[in-house]
Nanobody, 116 residues
Framework: VQLVESGGGFVQPGGSLRLSCRASGFAFSGYDMKWYRQAPGKERELVATISSGGTWTNYQDSVKGRFTASRDNAKNTVYLQMNSLKSEDTAVYYC??????????WGQGTQVAVSS
């Protein structure tokens, strides 16, 4: 199983970024996918979940209305569109997949920095 994030970078407050996570090694279309983030000095937190078919999403309250998770099962890729970014969104963002109670996989993370 491999999860590879991309798309992070530096952006000013109010800007946008689109993160991507390319998955391989498992039947991607059969599993919900999650986005987490970890800010400096803080615990990793769940940001968004998207169902296997992409028809259901759930978001942390602090990003509702600003972030949108989507997926392309034909490309084995999940996305996180982040708009109206704030300084408090600065973190390393990870995609993750739980394939069973014992099998939880993380990507390597991509850094997002929001600053003026």
């Amino acid at each position: 199983v491999q999860l590879v994030e991309s798309g992070g970078g530096f952006v000013q407050p109010g800007g946008s970024l689109r993160l991507s996570c390319r998955a391989s090694g498992f039947a991607f279309s059969g599993y919900d996918m999650k986005w987490y983030r970890q800010a400096p000095g803080k615990e990793r937190e769940l940001v968004a979940t998207i169902s296997s078919g992409g028809t259901w999403t759930n978001y942390q309250d602090s990003v509702k209305g600003r972030f949108t998770a989507s997926r392309d099962n034909a490309k084995n890729t999940v996305y996180l569109q982040m708009n109206s970014l704030k300084s408090e969104d600065t973190a390393v963002y990870y995609c993750a997949a739980r394939l069973s109670p014992e099998r939880f996989y993380w990507g390597q993370g991509t850094q997002v920095a929001v600053s003026s």
